[in-house]
Structures are given as structure tokens and as C-alpha cells.
């Protein structure tokens, strides 16, 4: 295993095949990949309940369209990490993409509840196939002072998805609920197209042939920093999410907005979150990984501990989106971190970073409700926030994350 310290310049296409594409091609087909299945992700929440009604199910079960796709992820990106670490990224990148594109029109075909069910999963699935193969390849596609750059801008294809991409899919739905999953359907061919035109081939290296599924994850949980890395990772994104899923909640119950006016101060989150990502990493290239990863948690602390405080909507707005402007800086810092534990194993590592990711949403959605109900409303939830990057802080110091000085950092 390579500590931060030690990992070698990453390699390129030019090894093994035509010239390496620039380093801003690699970003804007990150940035169009992860715009494209961001808002397959999120379209379905603001159609459920013209899809309850249509369905004819209760408002609660009909979460469960939004919970299929990320069972579907989490569970198949744990078996597609391995997968595509033994065969050319590129290759796995496609084949997902189609079946993406797939079960995303058929969702627009669905008949019922269950079979929206069906399909949300299976759409689910395809996306673990996709997602992963750009976290995985950037590393291998551009050059180390670009890595958290390229990585910025996937992020903001995911931020913007969030911004733009939920206002288009209710747009389009005022025609037919079933027309947002076409459009995405459509766009997915046209990605396909551009992907398969200019994303370069990404071959596996000849250990990670060799090694099976279960042999990819012995050897990464044999590295320790990995695991403390991973550990961390889950704490943080429990407190992030435990935080982020009930924005929307203190608004309606303490600001008294309406469903129209939440979506709209979401959006402006959502661009908050899409500059940390798109600017972020001029400041990391100045600060280096090391001291981003630092800044950022004590930040997420500081500006915690003032937003339940908020005098009024205007504050609040301003505060929580310096929260997701910092979150938004940091995601690509802590995505590469993780990265810079293998060279072999990326795609398992993704995969395993998803896995945290999903399983902290869950924890976090699940301990911020009780504590939004029960422990003085939005003061408790960010208490919890709070109290998770203090932790994960504290898992990244006993990792070292602090101590060891970077590759390439002065």
C-alpha cells in the first residue's frame, strides 16, 4: 500500500494507447457523467406525490421509490468496484451507461408501484457501474496537482444536478410525470455517445487482475490508514447528512415556508455547494490536501454551531450556504485521500466509499429525525453535526492525515 506520502505520479492513457486526453476534457466528462445520473438521483423526490397519487400509495411508502435506487447502488457498488478494477474502466463505464439508460426510460414506462419499484432499482444498479469508473479513473487520467481539480468538477456535476436538474425535472413533469425519465433516458444516449467518442481506455493493472473480488478487499482492509480513512469518512458523512436531510424541515417549521419556497432555498444551497466544488481546489492547490482536510472540518464546526442560532430566513440562508460551499471544497479532498491509498483497487475503493457514504445517510437521517423531534428541533441536529466532524477529525489525527506531509505539497 502507498501512504500519501509515497504515491507515485499518476499514470495515463499515453502508456497505453493514443495521447492522454487534457486534463479539462477529463473534467467536463466527469462533470456531464455525474450531471446525468445526479438527476436521475434526485428527479424522483419531487414527483412522489403525483406518484403516490397515481399509484394509489400511502406518502410514506412512497419514499420507498426514492430508497430502491439507493439500495440498488449501495448494495451492487460493492460487487462493481472489483469488477471493474480487473477490466478497463472505460468498457465498465459504458456497458453501465446503457443499462442506465435503460431502466431510466423504463421507469417512465412503469404501470404501478411495483414496478416503479423494479425499475428505480435496476436503475440503481446501472449507476453503481457508472459512478465509481470516474472517481476511479481520474487519478489515472491527469496529472496529481490536477487530481482534486478534476475531482471538484464531478462533484459540481452532482451539485448542479441538484440546482438544475430537479427544477428541469418538474418542469418537464407538468406535461407527464412519466417525461422526466425519458428526457434523462435521452440525455444518457447522448453521454453515451460523447463517451464513447472521447473517454480513453483505462486498462487494469496486472495486480488487479490477479486478485479476486474477495482478495481486492482483504488486501485493502489490510492497510489500517485505509480503514481509519473509511471509518472517518462514514462518521462525517453521518453528520453531514444527518444534518442536510432536515434543512428543508426547519425551514417549513421554523422560517414557515411553503413546499414552492423550501425548493427554492434548496437551489440556493445547491449552488453554494456547486461553487466549493467548481473553486474549491485553486485554495487546496494553495493549502495543500493536508491542511484543506483540517480548515474544512473546523469550519463545518464553527458555522454548526451559529446556524441554529439564526435571527432570521436571511441568515440562515447565508449560513447553510457556507456550509455547503465548504462541503462542496472539501468532498473531492476527502474523495482523494481515500484514492491515494491504492493504485490498484481504486474502483473498490469508490465503491467502499459510496457504501460509507449511503450507510451514513441512513444513520445520519435516521438519528437527525429523533433529535429534529425530540432535542430542541435544528439544535440538536446540528449538536450531531457537530459532533460527528469532531469525531471524524479525530479519526483522520489517529490515521495521520495530519502528520504525514503529502506528495508534492510544500
Known amino acids: 500500500m502507498k501512504t500519501l506520502s509515497s504515491a507515485p505520479p499518476a499514470t495515463t492513457g499515453a502508456e497505453t494507447g493514443p495521447p492522454a486526453p487534457s486534463a479539462r476534457s477529463v473534467s467536463l466528462l466527469s462533470f456531464a457523467t455525474m450531471f446525468v445520473i445526479g438527476t436521475d438521483t434526485f428527479v424522483v423526490a419531487p414527483l412522489l406525490p403525483t406518484l403516490s397519487g397515481d399509484f394509489h400509495v400511502s406518502s410514506g411508502i412512497s419514499g420507498w421509490m426514492v430508497s430502491a435506487y439507493a ?29 442506465f439508460t435503460v431502466t431510466t426510460a423504463l421507469c417512465g414506462f412503469a404501470q404501478g408501484f411495483w414496478t416503479m419499484i423494479l425499475f428505480r432499482f435496476l436503475a440503481g444498479v446501472s449507476a453503481a457501474f457508472v459512478s465509481p469508473q470516474i472517481w476511479a479513473s481520474i487519478p489515472a487520467l491527469v496529472k496529481p496537482d490536477r487530481i482534486v481539480r478534476t475531482m471538484g468538477a464531478a462533484t459540481a456535476g452532482l451539485a ?63 492497510d489500517r490508514t485505509l480503514r481509519l480513512y473509511l471509518l472517518a469518512y462514514l462518521v462525517f458523512q453521518t453528520g453531514n447528512f444527518g444534518a442536510m436531510s432536515f434543512f428543508g424541515s426547519w425551514f417549513s417549521e421554523d422560517f414557515g415556508l411553503d413546499v414552492g419556497s423550501v425548493g427554492l432555498a434548496m437551489m440556493a444551497l445547491g449552488a453554494g455547494n456547486a461553487i466549493g466544488s467548481l473553486f474549491g481546489s485553486r485554495l487546496v492547490r494553495r493549502l495543500g490536501q493536508r491542511r484543506s482536510l483540517l480548515l474544512a472540518l473546523l469550519a463545518l464546526m464553527a458555522l454548526y454551531c451559529v446556524v441554529p442560532f439564526s435571527t432570521g430566513l436571511t441568515m440562515a440562508l447565508v449560513t ?91
Open 71 to 99: 439500495l440498488g447502488y449501495a448494495l451492487f457498488a460493492l460487487v462493481a468496484g472489483p469488477l471493474s478494477d480487473r477490466r478497463d474502466r472505460r468498457g465498465v463505464l459504458l456497458s453501465g451507461l446503457v443499462g
Open 160 to 222: 448542479v444536478a441538484q440546482v438544475a436538474g430537479i427544477p428541469l425535472g418538474g418542469w418537464l413533469a407538468t406535461t407527464s410525470w412519466r417525461v422526466p425519465f425519458w428526457a434523462i433516458g435521452g440525455a444518457s444516449v447522448v453521454l453515451w455517445a460523447v463517451l464513447a467518442r472521447a473517454f480513453p481506455s483505462v486498462p487494469a493493472r496486472p495486480a488487479s487482475v490477479r486478485t479476486g473480488m474477495s482478495g481486492a478487499y482483504a488486501t485493502l482492509f489490510r
Open 320 to 410: 447553510l450556504a457556507l456550509v455547503m460551499m465548504v462541503a462542496g471544497f472539501v468532498f473531492p479532498v476527502l474523495m482523494g485521500i481515500l484514492q491515494a491509498r491504492t493504485e490498484t483497487a481504486r474502483g473498490t475503493v469508490s465503491s467502499l466509499a459510496n457504501a460509507a457514504m449511503y450507510a451514513g445517510a441512513t444513520v445520519g437521517g435516521v438519528a437527525g429525525g429523533v433529535l429534529l423531534a425530540g432535542a430542541g428541533g435544528f439544535l440538536g441536529v446540528a449538536a450531531l453535526a457537530v459532533a460527528a466532524y469532531v469525531a471524524a477529525l479525530g479519526i483522520y489525527a489517529w490515521a495521520g492525515a495530519f502528520r504525514v506531509e503529502e506528495a508534492g505539497e510544500a
